[in-house]
């Protein structure tokens, strides 16, 4: 087995503990999956977990995109 295989990943957002447990009851069955409070800690979970060199646009690619959006 290939150390490379990508599991999907479901984040939930719920603000209150409610519906946390309630999203918690709905995902249980997924393979993964991750429930906030809100966007600002999804976007840190987010941040920590995805290195950045994959995140970012090789440079050539990066500027052709911007030169077709203006």
């Known amino acids: 087995m290939s150390g490379n295989l990508a599991v999907p990943l479901i984040i939930g957002i719920a603000p209150s503990a409610a519906e946390r447990r309630q999203l918690a009851q709905l995902l249980g069955g997924t393979e993964a999956f991750l429930i906030v409070a809100s966007v600002e800690q999804a976007r840190e ?7 950045r060199a994959a995140a970012e646009a090789p ?12």
């Open 45 to 51: 979970f987010l941040d920590a977990a995805v290195p």
């Open 59 to 70: 440079v050539g690619q990066e500027g052709s995109a911007r030169a077709r959006r203006t």
